[in-house]
């Protein structure tokens, strides 16, 4: 395929902008269900399977449900996303608080919440400990595989990566915190983002089992989780192919039967925390096109910018625009497609050929279902857009209103107001 579909018109879109204008970003309710449901069904062969979505990929509450009504839990980072889990009536061990570098109220809402907690380092065990006067029940720990596993180009190598235990560290710590009481294990693993290849998962569920064999053998402790994490990748590129979800279903399940059946580690639950493949695909940044200029090159101007997707500005990702309602001209022009943030790496695509696109024109820029709006931020005071749901009936409902120049204000003060003289 060389082209990406929307799940709405021109004409759609020319009714949609007349009550809600752009920029917006806008997420297709079916297409995420369809994909939730897909996604569950690839590792239904494993009796405690869960997957919690990834709350910061799209931290939207109509999302969240969703997804939730489908059996996700959420995997939150930090304190806000466990409150928003919790507004959205998902708690208790249905979240997995996955964080690094946390700050110890972070631990006192998760505890008071009854997730899941997974470590990142094995000072956390004594710190978790003696911010909460004792350590929950189930415990679980982010492992760092080092030299061991090659990672990739947005996540980095294991070994240069701020995030897990050692290997060393993991036999350690579940020994400590076995010693303090606690009775259920976890293991954690997170080696790669937006990867493709489908071997990768298959992979990483293998060193987990490996591992899980080997605390077994070793010191005695019987996991009753692996989390693979997320990181599964979505075919930003209109040529690039989705990862098999059925066939990464198939290769864990074969590994678990020879692995984990033969060496009596069955039940193993497996978790997921996957964020862009469940609603990356399923989110379209609408845009119209406010200038176009001729100087050295040929450049596009859009009423949105990075503040509204920082991806492609921040790691040169691609991104597949359409020209709505020009899809089928020749795309004999070459462009650069920019927000108008005086910042030069501002540009939503570099050198792309497009049909001829004028002033007034309706874009569509792909895949900003994930780490789209929820990566924005208010650099040269722009403000962050509106989220909208294409619900299944085709009712177009506004999920969060676009940011207003008095929200931008709110936190400024234009007299003083607290003073201290040290
Ligand atoms: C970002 C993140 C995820 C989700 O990653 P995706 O690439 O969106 O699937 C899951 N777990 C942790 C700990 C993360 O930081």
Redesign the pocket.
Known sequence: MTTKTTPFSKDDLIKIITRFPTPFHIYDEKAIVENARRFKKAFSWNKGFKEYF?V??TPNPFLIKILHKEGFGS?C?SLTELLLSEKCGIVGDEIMF?SNDTPAEEYVKAMELGATINLDDISHISFLEHLTGGLPELISFRYNPGKLRDGNFIIGNPEESKYGFTREQIFEGFKIIREKGVKRFGLHT?VA??ELDPKFFIETADMLFELAIELKREIGIRLEFVNL????GIPYQPDQKAVDLELVGKGIKKLYNSKIVDTQLDPLKIFM?????ITGPYGYLVSKVLHKKYIYRNYIGLDACMANLMRPGVYGAYHHITVMGKENEAHNQVYDVTGSLCENNDKFAINRSLPKTDPGDLVVIHDTG??GHSMGFNYNGKLRSSELLLRENREVIEIRRAETVEDYFATLNFEELRKFKP
Not at 229 to 232: E, R
């Open positions: 990834a910061k990929a995997d980072s996955s997170f983002s937006n994490s997320g990181g599964i925390e996957c964020g862009r493949m994930a780490h």
